[in-house]
């Protein structure tokens, strides 16, 4: 009976050895991923500007102009304007494949983030949409290696919104991660 009680002691002593040597490694792990997370803080910070070609990964992006409206047009007589009490952000955007294989680019991998903090997704409202060029949008777009395509990219902010940046994404999912920041106004 004692020999069974010093075995349940042993392998209790290994697991609670076992428990610490995992815990102290965690540590380290999580302060390698604190100093990656700070380098890549670092690296994040450089802004770019309209007319630049900026990289995110093996993508490339170049926002080539800007309007700022509250009332989008309509040029159908069936179609309404779309009109906001905010502003209307129309970035005519054209994407680079870099890569050596085809390469998807959807609206849902630019975000736009203004100068109190906030975050905003491209508009996915049915009227707005309808009165951009169909062919111009950036909806499940393939883009084969060495080429490019254009399209525009709406976003509704708020009137109060007055500085604002673009930020690029390398891609979806395994070949998404990497950011970039275009300062627009």
Do not use: C, H
Not at 16 to 32: H, P, Q, R, V, Y
Not at 40 to 49: F, G, L, R, W
Not at 136 to 151: A, C
Request: aromatic share 10%.
């Amino acid at each position: 009976m004692k020999k069974i009680g010093k075995f349940i002691l042993i392998v209790f002593g290994v697991i609670i050895a076992f428990g610490i040597i995992a815990s102290m490694l965690g540590d380290d792990e999580t302060s390698s991923s604190d100093k990656a997370s700070t380098k890549s803080a670092a690296t994040e910070e450089k802004v770019y500007q309209v007319g630049e070609k900026v990289e995110a990964g093996k993508l490339a992006y170049e926002v080539t102009n800007i309007s700022v409206t509250n009332e989008i047009a309509s040029d159908n007589e069936f179609v309404e304007s779309a009109v906001t009490e905010g502003q209307f952000i129309i970035i005519d955007v054209t994407a680079y494949n870099n890569d050596s294989e085809a390469r998807m680019v959807d609206s849902n991998m630019f975000k736009m983030k203004d100068d109190q903090g906030r975050e905003f997704q491209p508009s996915s409202d049915s009227e707005v949409m309808m009165l951009v060029d169909g062919m111009m949008d950036f909806f499940l777009q393939d883009i084969n290696p060495g080429l490019s395509k254009s399209g525009q990219l709406v976003f509704e902010l708020p009137a109060d919104a007055t500085s604002y940046t673009l930020e690029v994404s390398s891609g979806f999912g395994w070949s998404g991660g990497e950011y970039e920041q275009i300062q627009l106004k």
